[in-house]
């Protein structure tokens, strides 16, 4: 294959090296659409689904815990349960744990687990049975503790209509059954049927707290009215029913003064229906046995002990450390499963201690907080039940006092939980992503880190200390840094660490490395960081983004740029700077390099696209400036030298396809053969090249492309020149070697060339010149650019005036071929064409083979410039045989032949208005039309030709001749009316005027004598007024060509001679088309002029009649 020559030079670096660079995008191609573009999604894309159970992440933290972390065996760590400082210890704790068992509150009943929560209590705290005994005797004379009963009306709905305007005013009453003396109301909500109170009460249990019952009453309010404004409310009285309230509520206080209350419903909730962790349900409102629907009320109920606070918060957090501590120990709980579920008997003893304590929600959820933080720092737990918990917290963290103690506990919670939170983002490429743990476990983490950082951090708590944060940044002397700045240290960490670790296991080794290894250490190396870019896009950016307002790929991208910047440019640089130089083949082309060990690895440009691709994903993640979007300088040199490489191997390319083509059609549908083919195929793959490359810089993207362009047209030139050479060589002569056989093979060669300059300017089009023409005006000025561009065109209009130069020289060879042939037999024809001879069928099979041949292989334009060509050689052929035998002195029949042949050749072309177009051959037809004719036509065409020039003539000086003819059967009457400002010939200025008529040709007219009128002396202007009648047979009259010749005289003083003053002519045409008019002529005395005709007759020497005409004719010239 023509490939082979090179080694696939060109296709290497065009279409393969784009079909390599576009499979290795889509492997790398995310199916995210960039950030910005996706801003708008939707909250729950982002949610996470949870198991019922929180599965272990063990799998992929199990890199990432930090150096002080322990093993998974908890062992003995009672001690760390009871902080310093406490008076409290474990007995103490326990024995309140006993009490609450034995008297438990809420509707569960648990008298039947009480030895089963007693003995796992005892299990939990590892207590000995000595000492279990002794605290249990204790807990169990103790006297039970006082239960408050803690209610919330939070709303009612749909109530019961009171009042005339459709509408009532209810207020809530409570009370204990057993104490209904004892009611507390809540606050009235005017004209609505749907009150929102949200009002807390606390009623104090002093009976059975199993065994009470709570009623909730809905009132509506009735004001005290008089009559008169009940009677003004009457406007707003909606419906029948309303009205009849109004009027009863206004007969009522008329009679009475009474206003009472009236009861819209109630609702009896009995005690032990409420569970330990409260109720929150709706009630529907009864009242006696009505089934009417009354409306429903929204209560939250939960029972308490009465308890100090403090002493209740600590106890509850000392109480769920140990409770989690054996939960782990028991269970062999993996790092980071633990969600916050309690087995059964741990949560009722919690939910108990709580209810019994008093605790609010915020309560236990700053005691979680504290207890499961301190627990995480030794036995990692799941994220998830730290962000349940800051769920509950995040509301009210802002309300608290900085002096709190509980917001002292919040931040010391964070302080501990926070390392594992950035080891997780610091590790986050540990694990594959497939795995859904670690995603869950980052969503988990991005939540946490995102509520904490709602709030500041106290100046006096350190959440950040240098001793467990020696990766952070820190660029004041105070050393402080927050949330959103830990995140991205925590980020860029990981990533050097990752980055490091795949520079070491991807980093050339040995000293001799070649250049061609370090190219594709360097491209392992990015497509690694793409990957790892197309990850962070495609599972992590939307979490950052929508959790914390991160832009997670671009912090990446950044932290790549300066580190991958440090990397390549050395390396590129030291290996654009090994190429060898090129010395490039002048216009000339006089020699060609060698090509053998001319040859470049598709590395390089590999690794130049794969950075491309790299540098337009930064674009489109940052808007900061980057280190690499300066990259393709690094190759500026390795470019260069390409394109030369490029010429060479396109020129070396083309001569060999040269060589190698049959100059044969490639198919039956195109009239070029392979090389034409092979050779745009290089300027294609030069192309393709050219778009990979897609220089960004604008004024060196204008360098190259020019250089391109330039190299191109070369291209094209050189590739006309060789294959004019090559078919030159291809010349096939008949038997006797004299007569050009014209093949197919020329008709291709010319097809080729012009087909590769036809080609050439949509080609460098398609490069995208004008863009950059474009782009150049926009960087400079429109002058610049319009200079550049001028200079562009004027290169491409260069090479195709020589491409088209080159095509003209071609066919003027084939035409210069073809003239001898034609000469010989148009000179044999000119001979023997009406006597027994083959010259002529052989000038008809010579011109119609070669014909044939052009019209079949030619494409149109060429074939009419071939023509054009041969009928120029074929006039000057012409022109040499009529001149030469002119100086034979041939008679007019050798030329009447030779005319004949042409009009013979001239049907065997077809060239229809062709020939008319070539002046050469115009030229000639008219010197044989005169040479073939005989010398009384040749002066009868003389008149003729006069007779053209009369019309045409604007003015006279010689005057003027006004004649009338009308024609007979027989005879034309001839009247010669009038002259006009006829030229004085004497010198009184006056003349002595007469008019002579001849009928011509004299031939035509034999036995026919001139006419003449008689002389009027002395007028310029004479009155002639004298008829004519001239005899004419039918074929005199018909003939189109006769004409009258008047010859205007001035006679002598002694009528001895006449001075000629000038002649007219007026033809048989013209007299019938104007018979019976007035016919005016221009006078005009005969020039002797450089016509075809006078040429003609100058040539007959030997003939008298020529002779005599010439001689006469010069006389009337000068006289």
């Known amino acids: 294959m023509l490939q082979d020559g090179d080694g696939g030079f060109f296709e290497k670096f065009g279409s393969l090296l784009r079909q390599k660079s576009q499979l290795n995008e889509n492997i790398l191609r995310t199916p995210l659409s960039s950030l910005k573009e996706d801003i708008q999604i939707e909250e729950n894309e982002l949610i996470i689904e949870k198991p019922n159970h929180a599965d272990p992440i063990d799998t992929f933290v199990e890199e990432i815990l930090p150096p002080w972390a322990p093993t998974n065996d908890i062992g003995d760590i009672g001690d760390t349960v009871f902080d310093s400082g406490t008076v409290m210890n474990v007995e103490d704790l326990y024995e309140e744990i006993l009490f609450e068992i ?181 009630y529907n409102l009864e009242k006696g046995n009505k089934a009417r629907s009354r409306g429903s009320i929204l209560v939250n109920l939960t029972l308490s002990a009465e308890k100090n606070k403090s002493v209740a918060v600590q106890e509850h957090k000392n109480l769920l450390k140990l409770l989690l501590m054996y939960e782990l120990e028991s269970s062999q709980v993996a790092f980071y499963w633990w969600s916050g579920k309690f087995s059964e008997n741990a949560e009722i003893i919690r939910s108990q201690h709580a209810v019994q304590s008093g605790l609010t929600p915020i309560d236990c959820a700053i005691s979680q907080w504290h207890a499961y933080s301190i627990i995480h720092e030794t036995h990692k737990l799941n994220f998830s039940l730290f962000n349940s918990i800051l769920d509950v917290l995040t509301p009210v963290i802002g309300c608290m006092q900085k002096d709190s103690e509980d917001l002292a506990t919040y931040w010391d919670g964070v302080r501990r939980i926070l390392p594992s939170c950035f080891a997780v983002l610091r590790k986050i490429r540990y694990k594959n992503v497939s795995d859904l743990n670690i995603t869950r476990a980052v969503s988990e983490v991005l939540d946490i880190l995102g509520k ?57 080794s040995k000293d001799n490395e070649t250049d061609e290894e370090k190219l594709q250490y360097i491209i392992k190396l990015i497509q690694m960081i793409r990957s790892d870019l197309q990850r962070a896009m495609e599972y992590f950016d939307k979490l950052f983004y929508h959790k914390i307002q991160l832009n997670y790929s671009a912090i990446l991208y950044l932290l790549y740029d300066s580190k991958l910047n440090e990397i390549c440019e050395p390396i590129v640089k030291d290996v654009c700077n090994n190429i060898k130089r090129l010395d490039v083949p002048d216009d000339q082309f006089e020699y060609l390099p060698k090509i053998d060990n001319l040859n470049m690895g598709t590395t390089l440009f590999e690794l130049y696209l794969v950075l491309k691709r790299y540098v337009q994903l930064g674009k489109s993640l940052c808007t900061d400036e980057l280190k690499m979007s300066g990259f393709y300088q690094w190759f500026e040199t390795g470019v260069t030298h390409w394109l030369d490489i490029s010429i060479i191997k396109a020129l070396n390319r083309i001569q060999k396809a040269i060589d190698l083509d049959q100059l044969k059609a490639v198919d039956e549908t195109v009239k070029y053969s392979s090389s034409a083919v092979d050779t745009l195929s290089i300027f294609y793959q030069i192309k393709i090249f050219w778009q990979q490359l897609d220089w960004p810089e604008v004024e060196g993207c204008y360098t190259f492309i020019a250089k391109i362009v330039n190299d191109l047209c070369r291209c094209c030139i050189f590739y006309a020149q060789r294959m004019s050479q090559r078919v030159e060589k291809l010349t096939k002569l008949g038997d006797n070697n004299k007569i050009f056989i ?143 035998n002119l100086d034979k002195r041939r008679p007019p029949a050798y030329f009447k032949n030779l005319k004949d042949t042409l009009q013979t050749m001239i049907y065997c072309f077809k060239m229809g208005n062709v020939a008319t177009e070539v002046n050469i051959l115009s030229t000639i037809q008219k010197r044989l ?76 007219f034999n036995g026919i004598s001139p006419v003449k009128t008689t002389v009027h002396h002395k007028s310029c202007f004479p009155l002639y007024d004298q008829e004519f009648c001239i005899n004419l047979n039918e074929q005199q009259r018909t003939a189109e060509d006769s004409l009258i010749l008047f010859s205007v005289k001035d006679k002598d003083l002694f009528g001895m001679s006449s001075q000629y003053i000038g002649e007219c002519y007026a033809s048989f045409t013209d007299l019938m088309e104007s018979e019976g008019k007035q016919i005016i002529m221009n006078l005009s005395r005969p020039e002797y002029t450089d016509s075809e005709t006078l040429r003609a007759l100058e040539f007959r020497q030997g003939d008298k009649q020529a002779k005599d005409f010439i001689k006469k004719l010069k006389n009337k010239s000068y006289s």
Request: glycine fraction near 4%; aromatic fraction near 8%.
């Open 452 to 508: 904490v950082k709602l709030f500041e951090v106290p100046v006096t708590i350190d959440i950040f200390p240098t001793s467990v944060y020696g990766w952070i940044h820190r660029n004041d002397a105070k050393n402080i840094c927050n949330v959103d700045s830990a995140i991205i240290d925590a980020i860029n960490t990981g990533t050097k660490e990752w980055l490091e670790h795949i520079v070491e296991g991807s980093k050339y």
């Open 102 to 282: 034995y008297n438990n509150i809420g509707c569960e009943n648990n008298e039947g687990r009480i030895e089963i929560l007693v003995r796992f209590a005892q299990d939990a705290f590892k207590i000995p049975n000595s000492t279990h005994l002794e605290i249990s005797e204790v807990a169990v004379r103790k006297e039970p503790p006082n239960v408050r009963l803690n209610i919330e009306i939070i709303k009612a709905e749909n109530l019961l209509s009171k009042d005339s305007n459709g509408l009532s005013d209810p207020f809530v009453t409570l009370y204990l059954e057993s104490r209904n003396s004892h009611r507390y109301n809540s606050s009235v909500k005017p004209a609505t049927l749907n009150p929102i109170w949200e009002e807390h009460f606390s009623l104090p249990i002093t009976e059975n707290p199993r065994e009470e019952v709570l009623i909730v009453e809905v009132w509506d309010f009735d004001a005290a009215e008089t009559v008169k404004e009940k009677v003004n409310k009457i406007l707003d009285v909606k419906g029948v029913k309303g009205l009849s309230k109004l009027m009863k509520e206004i007969a009522v206080t008329a009679s009475s003064g009474k206003h009472d209350n009236e009861l819209i419903g109630r609702a009896a909730i009995t005690l032990k229906s409420i569970p330990a962790s409260g109720l929150t349900v709706w």
């Open 929 to 1004: 039309d005169a040479y073939a004719l005989e010398t009384a036509d040749l002066i009868h065409q003389y008149y003729i030709e006069r007779l053209e020039y009369q019309k045409n003539q604007p003015l006279s000086p010689f005057g003027q001749l006004t004649i009338r003819a009308e024609f007979t059967d027989s005879s034309l009457l001839l009247t010669i009316l009038n002259a006009r400002n006829l030229l004085p010939m004497d010198s009184n200025g006056l003349v002595d005027s007469f008019t002579k008529a001849c009928f011509m040709p004299t031939s035509r």
């Open 742 to 884: 014209l093949s197919e093979e020329w008709c291709l060669a010319i097809n080729n060339m012009d087909y590769i300059r036809q080609s050439l300017p949509s080609f460098i089009k398609e490069l995208g010149i004008d863009n950059v023409i474009q782009k150049l005006g926009e960087y400079r000025t429109n002058l610049e650019a319009d200079r550049c561009s001028s200079t562009i065109n004027a290169v491409i209009e260069n090479a195709l005036d020589t491409e088209r130069n080159q095509i003209v020289e071609l066919i003027e060879i084939v035409s210069h071929k073809m003239a001898p042939p034609m000469k010989l037999y148009l000179a044999e024809g000119a001979e023997v064409l009406h006597k027994d001879s083959n010259s002529m069928d052989q000038l008809m099979m010579y011109l119609e083979s070669s014909l044939d041949t052009l019209y079949n292989t030619l494409n149109e334009v060429n074939f009419g410039r071939i023509l054009e060509s041969i009928w120029s050689a074929l006039s000057i052929i012409l022109y040499d045989l009529i001149q030469s």
